[in-house]
């Protein structure tokens, strides 16, 4: 069974320092695992993707994320925090053949401080 | 640009009362799902729809239907709604990749109900 589990609730930082937003995974197949942002009251916009090209990942606004299967985690991170970063990040894992379901975790709130 | 449209981002309804909540994409996408977001329990998902005319059910579909006579529209529906479904509701859309490889969910704005 698939499984993603974001390992922190909440995250503080201060404006220009780095952010780190840890994901862990389970999974039995090759999975593709992403990166959501979601700001409030609205829907989820895709940061990122790893479907099994690159394991290291760019994505908008200046996030990326390492792919590691011996450690089964794809935490995502940022050089340097903004104002605008803050919201909910979610870590979402699918890619069971045969079925459509897309595993979330829990997320993560980011505040950033000025 | 990719859209995914919910018709209504904020309603208020009376218990007991019929609820639609439409969703179009513009993406020519096979998948289509419906999803509650509630504090403390993340997103769950209530149905999905690989084709027209196919549905299957989510997580907890219990109290709700769906339909989807149309590639691009899924429709979410509440026969009786109830005060424990006052929740934000979020449609989205992916691309069937093949046996292995999904793609990402493209998600509209989301739509918030209140049920009293």
């Keep these: ?114 | 640009d990719v859209k995914v449209t919910q018709s209504s981002r904020y309603l208020v309804k009376r218990t007991g009362e019929k609820v639609f909540l439409e969703c179009v994409q513009d993406m020519d996408h096979e998948n289509m799902f419906w999803y509650r977001q509630d504090p403390g329990l993340g997103l769950r998902l209530i149905y999905f729809s690989y084709d027209v005319k196919m549905k299957e059910k989510g997580d907890i579909p219990e109290g709700y239907s769906v339909s989807r006579e149309k590639k691009e529209r899924f429709s979410l529906i509440l026969e009786s709604a109830s005060t424990n479904q006052t929740s934000m509701y979020l449609c989205a859309s992916s691309p069937y990749r093949g046996s292995g490889n999904t793609g990402e969910l493209f998600f509209g704005e989301g739509s918030r109900l209140t049920v009293l």
């Design chain 1, 1 to 114: 069974a698939q499984s993603v589990t974001q390992l922190d609730s909440h995250v503080s930082v201060s404006e220009g320092t780095p952010v780190l937003l840890r994901c862990n995974y389970s999974s039995s197949y090759s999975p593709s695992l992403f990166w959501y942002v979601q700001h409030p009251n609205k829907g989820l916009q895709l940061l990122l993707k790893y479907t099994s090209a690159a394991t290291l990942v760019k994505g908008i606004n200046g996030f990326e994320a390492e792919f590691k299967k011996s450690e089964t985690s794809f935490h995502l991170t940022k050089p340097s925090a903004h104002m605008s970063d803050a919201a909910e990040y979610f870590c979402v894992v699918s890619g069971t053949s045969g079925t459509y379901k897309y595993i979330f975790g829990t997320g993560t709130r980011l505040k950033v401080l000025a």
